[in-house]
């Protein structure tokens, strides 16, 4: 089946050791998108790429990096983990382009915890 | 800017109890509208969307209508499970950015 797929799972870092999550995806999207999600609530955007165009959202601190060598697979870096960047990571994919409102989908999360 | 409210929880319900979850949506234009379910330690799965007014979508037993004049989408369904026990997200998109409501935890007991 076409997904998207994110490793680790479950990824223990130090704090401020710097730390890369993975997402691959067969869906064959155009847009790739990361999330941050905390305790009880809403995914927060960080940012996507289109094609290869990177979008970063404003608030996005910069030690939140990310890379998309080719259209199957993303990766998050974390610079320097804080304790506060403890949360899951969500990878998503969309079809077409980032102005046509298309459905998101979504991998299953790598939940990181900062010691 | 466009903004998503839900009911806030948790829902409780015994099994076989009919569910609503509201949800209610500021935007400009024509957004799409969609609800995400979300079990624990999970990822988010789509459960439906709908597209533009009046469109139902439906998925696993569970409904919701765009309602324009009421700027609602409502998840309703007739008969939960103890496996539908989980965080369901109500959202838009209207540029391509997912817009999510706070989210709603349902609990259903035997």
């Known amino acids: 089946d076409a997904m998207v797929i994110q490793n680790p799972r479950y990824q223990v870092t130090q704090f401020g050791k710097p730390v890369t999550l993975s997402c691959s995806q067969t869906l064959n999207h155009n847009v790739m998108y990361w999330y941050q999600q905390k305790s009880s609530q809403a995914p927060k955007l960080l940012f996507h790429?289109?094609?290869?165009?990177?979008?970063n959202e404003a608030d996005t601190p910069d030690n939140f990096q990310s890379r998309r060598p080719n259209t199957s697979f993303c990766f998050l870096d974390i610079r320097s983990p804080g304790l506060g960047d403890a949360a899951m990571y969500l990878c998503?994919?969309?079809?077409?382009?980032?102005?046509?409102?298309?459905?998101?989908?979504f991998g299953p999360g790598t939940r990181l915890l900062v010691l | 800017g466009d903004s998503v409210t839900q009911m806030e929880g948790p829902v409780t319900l015994s099994e076989e109890a009919f569910l609503t979850i509201n949800c209610t949506y500021t935007a400009t234009g024509y957004p799409s509208l969609f609800w995400y379910v979300q079990y624990p330690g999970e990822g988010l799965q789509l459960l439906l969307k709908a597209t533009k007014a009046d469109d139902k979508g439906s998925n696993k037993g569970f409904e919701a209508t765009y309602r324009k004049e009421t700027t609602s989408f409502h998840l309703e369904k007739g008969s939960v499970q103890v496996s539908d026990s989980a965080v369901y997200f109500c959202a838009l998109s209207n540029t391509g950015k997912l817009i999510f409501g706070q989210g709603t935890t349902l609990q259903v007991k035997p």
């Open positions: 998503a994919t969309s079809s077409r382009g980032w102005e046509t409102q298309e459905t998101q989908y």
């Open positions: 790429y289109y094609d290869k165009d990177f979008n």
